[in-house]
């Protein structure tokens, strides 16, 4: 069975940045749409980004378009979210999800990680 397991999450200050990674438990990870999630308290979970199999396509969610970048090595088994110009509105648990279909959806992906925090103070 595919497990996710993410990590780099963290503290930082507004403006700062952070390194997200998602490292997978299979070699069939280039079949998978690959996505990041994310789920403020209190709110329910939301897309963040998504990134075609080959890597070549990517989507972001309009709150992170520009600061955000979702990447992937797929010899690595390994998914990435580099975040820049963090903002206080981006404090969350941070999900990594493996799957296909409608990238912006949770119903895609039936694969989850465990969830990495992310707190960004002022």
């Known amino acids: 069975q595919v497990q996710l397991a993410e990590s780099g999450g963290g503290s930082v200050q507004a403006g700062g940045s952070l390194r997200l990674s998602c490292a997978a438990s299979?070699?069939?990870?280039?079949?998978?749409?690959m996505a990041w999630f994310r789920q403020a308290p209190g709110k329910e979970r939301e897309f963040v980004a998504a990134?075609?199999?080959?890597?070549?396509?990517?989507y972001y969610a309009d709150s992170v378009k520009g600061r955000f970048t979702i990447s992937r090595d797929n010899p690595k088994n390994t998914l990435y979210l580099e975040m820049n110009s963090l903002k206080l509105e981006d404090t969350a648990v941070y999900y990594c999800?493996?799957?296909?279909?409608?990238?912006?959806?949770?119903?895609?992906?039936?694969?989850w990680g465990q969830g990495t925090q992310v707190t960004v103070s002022s």
């Open positions: 999800a493996a799957g296909g279909g409608t990238y912006f959806s949770t119903s895609t992906y039936g694969i």
């Open positions: 299979t070699r069939a990870f280039s079949n998978y749409l």
């Open positions: 990134v075609s199999r080959s890597g070549g396509t990517t």
